[in-house]
């Protein structure tokens, strides 16, 4: 059974960082491309960045890029989504998800697995 179980969501004030992990398991880890949605209320789920399965590429959405960056350590099977300059714009839950293949995608389909999220506040 596959798992992905993000963490590190809080409470944070405009301008500080948080670092958000997910923790995976049940699937061969260095296989799957990572991606790091976002949904604030009332709105879609909407792509943050990716990185590839073999930690050469990373790719993020403009609102984010500069800001965030994403790594991951596949000897942990994590995937890590480091974020700095937190705006209240960046507030909402924050999904970390599995590719279908090695490839990485902006698109919801293009990922197979879904954590279950961790909530990100950020106040002004």
């Known amino acids: 059974q596959v798992q992905l179980v993000e963490s590190g969501g809080g409470l944070v004030q405009a301008g500080g960082s948080l670092r958000l992990s997910c923790a995976a398991s049940?699937?061969?880890?260095?296989?799957?491309?990572m991606g790091w949605f976002r949904q604030a209320p009332g709105k879609e789920r909407e792509f943050v960045g990716a990185i590839s399965h073999s930690v050469d590429n990373t790719y993020y959405a403009d609102s984010v890029q500069g800001r965030f960056a994403i790594s991951r350590d596949n000897a942990k099977n994590t995937v890590y989504l480091q974020m700095n300059s937190l705006k209240s714009e960046d507030t909402a839950a924050y999904y970390c998800a599995a590719s279908w293949s090695l490839r990485t995608g902006v698109k919801i389909n293009d990922y197979r697995y879904w954590g279950q999220g961790t909530q990100v506040t950020v106040t002004s």
């Open positions: 049940g699937l061969t880890f260095r296989n799957y491309a």
